[in-house]
Every structure is written in C-alpha cells, then in structure tokens.
T-cell receptor
Framework: DSGVTQTPKHLITATGQRVTLRCSPR?????VYWYQQSLDQGLQFLIQYYNGEERAKGNILERFSAQQFPDLHSELNLSSLELGDSALYFC????????????FGQGTRLTVV | DQQVKQNSPSLSVQEGRISILNCDYT??????FLWYKKYPAEGPTFLISISSIKDKNEDGRFTVFLNKSAKHLSLHIVPSQPGDSAVYFCAAIPGGNTPLVFGKGTRLSVIA
C-alpha cells in the first residue's frame, strides 16, 4: 500500500460528459502529481500542485483542470469528454525534499463510450 | 520530443538468468534517476534510484548503472524470477521538487 488513495477505481461515461477524479496523498506529502497513461504509452505528466498551488504544467488539455484543497487532497476535472480521453489516470505524491521518489495510487481507469 | 527513451518495448528472460533493461535520456539537466515496476491494474511501484553523482546503486537483486557521458542507464535483475514479470518504467528528475519524466516502459517476461 503506497498510502496514496484514488477514487473511483473505474469510471465509464459518455462523450461530452464531465467527471471528477479524486486523490488523497500520503500523510505529510505536499506535492501531488497527475499522470495519464493511454494504451501502450508511458506516463504522461499532466499537472503538479504543491501545498494548494499549481507548481508545474505538462501536456494537460484545456478541457482538463485540477485543484488541491487545504487538506491537500486533489481533484482532476475532465470535461467535454472524448473517446480519446479513455486512459488510466494516476495520482502521485512526494515529499518536498530533493531527489526523492514519488508514490503512486492505484489509478482510475476512465472509459469514455 | 521524448526526453527519456526505453527503446525495447518487451524483453523475455529465463528464470534464474540476468534481466537487463535499458534507458536513454537526452536532457543533461537530469540529476536523479528512478526505476518503477508496474503490474496490471496497479499503480507504479518504486524500485530503485540513483543520483547523478554515482555510477552504481545496488539493492538486493536489483542494480542500476548510470553512464552519464553516454546518457544511459540500465537496470540489472539477478537472478530473474517469475514474479519480476511486469512493466518497468525508467524515470528522471531535473532536480528539486519537479515532475518525474517517464519513458514508455519495457514489458519484462520471466519464463519458468
């Protein structure tokens, strides 16, 4: 158990809809990262939050947004969903120390039909 | 532009032999490298890491080698076991509290 909790584990929704993925980081970790893994692709970095503020942005579509709340949990909002958004979405958290590993949740598998 | 490349999508090794997984990177600013292991339906799990000031780090059956001049690192698993069958991701950090940059992964199959 990595200590990072993601809900829901599976999500099936129709094109055009909006969904929210939730992540609770490990206790004490201030940084939260969101990654997307599509079929046969590596882990693509989407966005990072640190202590409630956006720290870094990767290949995140404008239809996607995220936030980190005062209790440090984070939500990734995906709107106007398209078939191509079907993927595994992972959240990871990390201590704010130089050169440490990130711990990943089990992921949310999103299927857009 | 892929900064971390794992050029072998898959690797098959017999149980008890050595598994060697390779990774190349292009960004000279990377100063910390990690390997993750991923089973189906699970999140990636941290395996081993190495700082750019070292050329080798060992943890049990797992050893990571770093060749900075060649911008290349490798993960050696000796001896390989069937339970090692998984997808292995190489990742790199340019330092500080920055996002990990991942390769596309190599699927290792260890055959009994």
């Amino acid at each position: 158990d990595s200590g990072v909790t993601q809900t829901p584990k599976h999500l099936i929704t129709a094109t055009g809809q909006r969904v929210t993925l939730r992540c609770s980081p490990r206790s004490g970790d201030l940084s939260v990262y969101w990654y997307q893994q599509s079929l046969d692709q590596g882990l693509q970095f989407l966005i990072q939050y640190y202590n409630g503020e956006e720290r870094a942005k990767g290949n995140i579509l404008e239809r996607f947004s995220a936030q980190q709340f005062p209790d440090l949990h984070s939500e990734l909002n995906l709107s106007s969903l398209e078939l191509g958004d079907s993927a595994l979405y992972f959240c990871a958290s990390r201590r704010d120390i130089m050169n440490t590993e990130a711990f990943f949740g089990q992921g949310t598998r999103l299927t857009v039909v | 532009d892929q900064q971390v490349k794992q050029n072998s999508p898959s690797l098959s090794v017999q149980e008890g032999r050595i598994s060697i997984l390779n990774c190349d990177y292009t960004n000279s600013m990377f100063d910390y490298f990690l390997w993750y292991k991923k089973y189906p339906a699970e999140g990636p799990t941290f395996l081993i890491s190495i700082s750019s000031i070292k050329d080798k780090n060992e943890d049990g059956r797992f050893t990571v080698f770093l060749n900075k001049s060649a911008k290349h690192l490798s993960l050696h698993i000796v001896p390989s076991q069937p339970g090692d069958s998984a997808v292995y991701f190489c990742a790199a950090i340019p330092g500080g509290n920055t996002p990990l940059v991942f390769g596309k992964g190599t699927r290792l199959s260890v055959i009994a």
